[in-house]
């Protein structure tokens, strides 16, 4: 199995910094590659698929960037309504398999 | 609008049996891969299983192969997972997730149902 790592577990930061999250895959995996964030007491909703394509409807601060096996999360400008926590999610092969989560909290 | 529904879910005790369902709304369901990932109390997600509908094959996580079975009804555009032989480490929120053509990515997910395994 495909073994997702991230970094770090969690972190806290001020509304308006950049934050950047990072994933490692144990293997290459391209370009697939997910993004997922889970509000307190909600389901996962998709941010970003294939690396660094945006879901329709997620704001433009958020972008994801790599390929092969190291992978970044960045938001530009955190906002309140970002507080949440992140998982990354290898869509190369099953099973699927998730990172074990970045939980963001607002400073 | 997109929707998934999950139900079934309850207190069942070890070794016991539930079949969990998700009814879906707003797109053509027989078209899209669908999966089921689950979230044990305060951890993370973990993916369960998932039905291609490119191929009609099945994918388990190795957790809970030869235990569980998903299906689905197109007639009824309902997902089912048919978990068998339960255990305690088997709690957790179960989501249905929908793919596209290949299981791989989740693009919409259900609010979840609680399945909680205890004697």
């Known amino acids: 199995d495909i073994q997702m790592t991230q970094s770090p577990s969690s972190l806290s930061a001020s509304v308006g910094d950049r934050v950047t999250i990072t994933c490692r895959a144990s293997?290459?995996?391209?370009?697939?590659l997910n993004w997922y964030q889970q509000k307190p007491g909600k389901a996962p909703e998709l941010l970003i698929f294939a690396a660094s394509s945006l879901q329709s409807g997620v704001p433009s601060r958020f972008s994801g960037s790599g390929s092969g096996t190291d992978f970044t999360l960045t938001i530009s400008s955190l906002q309140p309504e970002d507080l949440a926590t992140y998982y990354c999610q290898q869509s190369y092969t099953t099973p699927l398999t998730f990172g074990g989560g970045t939980k963001v909290g607002i400073k | 609008e997109v929707q998934l529904v999950e139900s079934g879910g309850g207190l069942v005790q070890p070794g016991g049996s539930l079949r969990l369902s998700c009814e879906v709304s707003?797109?053509?369901?027989?078209?899209?891969?669908m999966n089921w990932v689950r979230q044990a109390p305060g951890k993370g997600l973990e993916w369960v299983s998932g039905?291609?509908?490119?191929?009609?094959?099945?994918h388990y996580a190795d957790s809970v192969k030869g235990r569980f079975t998903i299906s689905r009804d197109n007639s009824k555009n309902t997902l089912y997972l048919q978990m068998n032989s339960l255990r305690a480490e088997d709690t957790a929120i179960y989501y249905c997730?929908?793919?596209?053509?290949?299981?791989?990515?989740?693009?919409?997910w259900g609010q979840g149902t609680l399945v909680t395994v205890s004697s």
């Open positions: 039905l291609s509908v490119t191929d009609d094959k099945t």
């Open positions: 293997q290459s995996i391209s370009n697939y």
């Open positions: 707003g797109f053509i369901f027989s078209t899209y891969s």
């Open positions: 997730a929908r793919a596209r053509a290949t299981v791989t990515t989740l693009f919409y």
